[in-house]
């Protein structure tokens, strides 16, 4: 029988009539319940299958778009995305809030109740993988036929328990639950071969390699929605997974080798087990470097699948396709192209390279020198034997072009080389991500300079066109929109609702700072917002606070250069003082908060966690000081907590060494939600300065410049902490096991650190963040000037979207226009 695809294709249209029809299906007949046996979990799962419905019709509508379009498209390759919870952002960003709402209301159900049913996703580290997350939110908002590409690990970032005060990582199991969001695309799997030799022949006297591998393992596709903000576009995130493949098994097996068979397969299938739970200091390690090429070897097949159905001439690939290369993690796609290219496709070594070079982008996103990526030759030989020839004549043929330019200068070729000799022979993926490139951007300002400068002034020097910014920005659509709704709405009363779509109307706020009434309701919503938070601090650590606390907030991952361990010395500092003086009567009570994970093999990050928690254990129960200090760490950081911590928060604190935060994004989330900020004169903080006026942020400290004299210079912390009596007694105070009676001296090797090397200059920056908190303070008291600036930072922190930034990419670097549907259809 020949299927009427007319019908088929009708669309279901999802009328708030049909809408309870359609939960009451899912709810029977998918997840065979009724009203007596439906679990919580059972409801939230047909809420999510009735909005995917809804979903899927845009998304298929949207393929047929770009299709027809025959536009260039944009593929992301990104190792982590943080997406964090989906069901109400794609509501929201559906346009289906009020619909969904009133048409659920006849069966009394209210889809918000549900929301925390929702596993998170959480593939990724930080900032760099929430970045991505915004980035599809902009693209999919912004018309523009994207791709993101990523890995589907069965386990995303660690859990993070507190036991005795000391981290403890347990394994997220987010896939536990089905995961409504993604659809399993069989039918596009790849095989990805690794290990083997190559072989050398010989056509027409040309020399020819052929890779003959040793094991393959597939790569199986996962998509999921990525809904874009009242435009009724869905693009799309596809997620790898690693599988051995079953024949592969079978004759094995057949061979009378089941152990190694079947040995192979759980080796071919940890690929994606596990998400490396450490941002900067991996590199070393095998199996993740196996994981990189996997996916880039998926994603770049995926690529040209896509292209050969629109040319079969490879010189049009980059006209059809722009690959952004999100860090150095996915650059052995480089290399992978060039592979493709010259052994599958035969096309000359040249024309190869002219087009691998026109399809790539590369974003930095940290001059932290242990974070930038060197991959030992060895893990090339043992399994991307060719992609090594590969790198080697690339860097022949770089090298060449180097000495011509630079007649004479061997250690230009030194500085410059893709292989690093001393002491291990290693492939530096920065300078391939480089020369292998249209565009190289840092993420700030300040940031992109430093690279040009400090980080890669050779580069630089060679090709000064490539260098170039493009400042971070995050969604208005999670971070205001939908994490502060009562905000939210308020602003739209006031000046409409373009401004979800266009931050830059923000602006039209400004007049507002002066205007009573509108300031009496932004303090209110703070406070609504306060006392939301102050309910969940006692749920997850039993602490309780007062509602209209001062909440000062640093929440982010662990590091030492984003100086947590000032923060807290800081909180002890303050301690001292209430305890000395006890003149406390009018004071507010100041809630100092803390969250965030630290990687599971960085001891100095953990200890630190160590002392917060401690320190927080002896001030929140000492009786002296009526609890006019709080310290709270709040475990288990993640985006669904982000969005409870950030719209209650008046302090947010920004305060890494001068230098070291590439961009920071938490930064823009607070000020946007209306948190003032200390901060340091690093990464966006800079910009978001200049946007919101120096009269409405707190900076302190050293500036680039001076932290660079002083680590040239000789530094002598400890000089400051004999000299500086504030420092002494905090320090001293910590060495006297006033923190850790049961433990002493464990915080010994944090003090050491200190006293004998301080790296990131908290000693240094000391005296001049207490004297900044002291001027906040005193700012604070005057409430009508705090709501005022409060106001002000919001009004202005259009910019900071992150639609601003993908815009910014898209005309410079991708060459992309957006994609919209002809009027009338
Ligand atoms: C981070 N880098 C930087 O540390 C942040 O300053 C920046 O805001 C984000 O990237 C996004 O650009 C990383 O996470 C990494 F992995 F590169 F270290």
Redesign the pocket.
Known sequence: MKANWDNIDAQITMQKESLANFFVHYLKFFGGKDRYSASELDVYNALAYTIRDHIIEKWLATKVLYNKSHSKRIYYLSM?YLLGRLFSNNIINLGADKEFREGLKKLGVDWEDYTPWERESALG???????AACFLDSMATLNLPAIGYGLRYEYGIFRQDICQGYQVEEPDEWLKFDNIWEMKRIEHTVPVHFGGEVETYHIDGVEKFNWCPSYTVLGIPYDMPVVGYGNNIVNTLRLWSAKVSEEFDLQDFNQGNYIDAVSEKVEGETLTKVLYPD??TESGRELRFRQQYFFVCCSIQDIMRKFLKESSDFRDFPKKAVIQLN?THPSISIAELMRILVDEKHLPWDVAWDITRKSFGY????I?PE?LEKWPVEFFQRHLPRHLQIIYKLNQHFLQEVSVQNPGDNDILRRMSLVEEYPQKKIRMAHLAIIGSTSVNG??EI?SEILKEQVMPDFYNSFPHKFNNKT?GITPRRWLLQANPSLAKLITEKIGKEWITDLSQLKKLEKYADDKDFRKRFDKIKLENKKKLAKLIEIETGVVVEDDAIFDVQIK?IHEYKRQLMNILHVIHLYCELRDHKNFKDAPQRVFLFAGKAAPGYYMAKMIIKLILNVAKVINNDELIKDKIKVVFIPNYKVSLAETIIPATDISEQISTAGK?????GNMKFALNGALTIGTLD??NIEIMNEVGKENIFTFGLDIDEIKAKREGNYEPYQLYSENPNIKKVIDLIQSNFFSLHEPGIFEPICNSLLTQDQYFVFADFNAYMECHEKILQEYKNQKQWTKKAILNVARMGKFSSDRTINEYAADIWKVSPVKPKKGK
């Open positions: 982590e580290n930080g900032g760099l993988g929430r970045l941002d900067r860090d974003t930095n996103h940290t932290l974070a993420v700030s940031h971070n991952r935060e590439a961009s920071g994004t990464g966006a």
